[in-house]
């Protein structure tokens, strides 16, 4: 009796040729009589027997040859067989050329029937070795043997092994497919599977050539390197191919620069984070605040502490540790900055270079007191499940942690504009900006205004550790890394505009990546910060200066 075989990459000892078997052998028989190679019934179990029998060979070109074979013998383990052998699991007898794979338990088993050889010692037995043109065929055959498997995974799998492989012995299998194949994804990989396999055998001109066509199409690296790689071909082939690469070279290009816009889009997303509750402070109090990144740093070790106490505590809460961490770092921060705007800020409005130096100051006795605390080592963070990995969009590469870190970004941002817009707060807080002293005759306690600001901002800081702890090390420095780039966004914005600060922080995020790959990450900043010193020549007030009659006296 055979055993049992599991489906195909599931197996727990030796890969298994998949609940498709049905259809596998439909397919394999179909390859048979297209090739000729169609035995009588009565004499098909010996040309089985044979094909495994011939994997029992230490010669790798006989052994690639064997592999190639069996994957026409109508064997119904061939691709567990196939999958054992690149596995390193397969074994072989000399004496009498008998294979045999070992199972998860470590049991022998007979290649051609699947069931248990008792008596059989393992001493006896030779492990059979590849080298790349065994890996070739074991891939192109797996990938042939696969294409018919009920799972699209498994089948564009399949097609892309044997795209990597070009093995031409697979067009007859992938013709078949193609007739009933209905997953568009699929159905492109296994087209561009057979142009490959086209190219890799004796067709005429006029097919290779549309096989060139399509594989430039596919756009991408292994695409390139294939058509770069063509040899033996004909002149049109080798023309036909150079322009295809050209064309993908050009579009790889043009990835480049949209993969170079979304990682400035994803650090002008951070800078936006981290420079929006500065510019609520800024232009509200006109207070220079240099602690506004321990604002930020506050935050993010605030995640770390809510993530490590889950950890310990409540380990299945682990993967949303971020939905508790982002109002306890907004608390956090806002009440940290709230205790330094009522203990140190409200004696030095009106002079602006003491209040530099004072919350610089104030920056250096929060770094080390952290360091005294947690230590001066970085800290992990773990990403949850949801906001780890990452998906490929059109040739873009996307990471998830980015992605929603963008996507919080602007949460924060509309949620902030709609506190100024449709609150009392708000409109207490937009009064002092434009004009305190008139703000004060009207009755608005501009003390309380002026704290409660600092808090919001200082809290707005919070959020963005919360960010950054998902893509940065959590270390007592955290903040001075983004502190002179968030003034640059602000002063680049427009001084207390959010609009201005959105606007300011995409702009420098997106010049800053695109700018790297051309001058380096060091001389990028160098040409981004000049750049910004020429523009405040001319427009001092920023890209959208508040108006005001205090504001413009």
């Known amino acids: 009796m055979v055993a049992r075989w599991g489906t195909a990459g599931h197996s727990p000892g030796v890969p298994s040729l998949c609940t498709a078997g049905r259809a596998v052998r439909r397919i394999v028989a179909t ?5 000729g190679l169609a035995a009588p019934a009565a004499a098909q179990g010996g040309v089985q027997g044979e094909a495994i029998r011939a994997l029992a060979t230490t010669n790798f070109d006989e052994l690639a040859r064997a592999v190639e074979r069996l994957a026409l013998s109508g064997e119904p383990n061939a691709l567990g067989i196939v999958e054992a052998l690149r596995d390193g699991t397969l074994l072989f007898r000399q004496a009498d050329r008998a294979v045999f794979w070992r199972d998860a338990q470590g049991r ?37 043997l696969s294409l018919s498997n009920p799972d699209p995974r498994v089948r564009l799998a399949a097609a892309e092994r044997v795209f990597r492989s070009r093995d031409p012995d697979a067009i007859p299998a992938l013709d078949a497919q193609l007739a009933r194949e209905t997953e568009a994804r699929v159905r492109h990989a296994m087209e561009a599977a057979r142009a490959a396999a086209v190219l890799g055998s004796a067709m005429a001109d006029d097919a290779k050539l549309a096989a060139v066509a399509l594989i430039a199409r596919r756009g991408d690296l292994e695409a390139r390197n294939l058509l770069a790689g063509l040899a033996g071909v004909s002149e049109a082939v080798a023309q036909a191919a150079a322009a295809g690469v050209a064309a993908i070279d050009r579009r790889q290009a043009m990835l480049r620069i949209v993969q170079d816009i979304y990682y400035g889009i994803s650090l002008g997303s951070v800078l936006l984070l981290a420079a929006i509750g500065l510019a609520v402070t800024f232009g509200t109090m006109g207070v220079i605040n240099m602690a506004h990144g321990e604002m930020v740093m506050l935050g993010a070790y605030t995640t770390f502490v809510v993530q490590e106490a889950m950890r310990r505590n409540a380990p299945w809460l682990l993967d949303w540790s971020l939905a508790f961490a982002v109002p306890l770092a907004f608390l956090v921060s806002a009440l940290a900055g709230a205790l330094v705007e009522r203990l140190i800020i409200r004696f030095l409005y009106g002079r602006p ?13 929060l770094q080390q007191a952290v360091r005294t ?13 949801w906001m780890s990995g990452a998906f490929e969009l059109g040739g873009v590469l996307v990471t998830w ?7 919080f970004s602007m949460i924060v941002l509309f949620g902030l504009m709609l506190v100024l817009r449709r609150t009392a707060f708000g409109l207490a807080m937009r009064a002092v900006t434009q004009n305190r002293r008139m703000a004060g005759s009207m009755g608005i306690r501009t003390p309380w205004v002026d704290c409660m600001t600092f808090a919001l901002g200082s809290g707005v800081a919070g959020l963005a550790g919360v960010a950054l702890s998902q893509i940065d090390n959590v270390s007592p420095n955290l903040g001075q890394s983004y502190i002179i780039d968030s003034f640059m966004v602000v002063v680049f914005g427009g001084v207390g505009n959010l609009w201005g600060t959105l606007v300011a922080a995409m702009t420098l995020g997106i010049v800053n990546k695109l700018l790297e790959p051309i001058a380096g990450a060091v001389l990028g900043k160098i040409v981004v910060l000049l750049l910004l010193v020429l523009f405040i020549q001319r427009k001092p007030r920023g890209l959208f200066p508040l108006k005001g009659r205090a504001v413009e006296s």
């Open 353 to 365: 270079l003491e209040t530099l130096l004072a919350t610089f100051g104030l920056s250096l006795v």
């Open 401 to 407: 942690n980015r992605l929603w870190i963008i996507v």
């Open 31 to 35: 390859l048979a009589i297209l090739l």
């Open 373 to 385: 605390i947690f230590g001066p080592n970085n800290r992990e963070v773990g990403n949850p499940s």
């Open 108 to 144: 022998m088993r007979d290649a051609a029937t699947g069931e248990v050889a008792e008596g059989v010692a393992p001493a006896a037995l030779r492990p059979l070795r590849v080298n790349n043109r065994v890996r070739r065929a074991i891939d192109a055959t797996i990938g042939a």
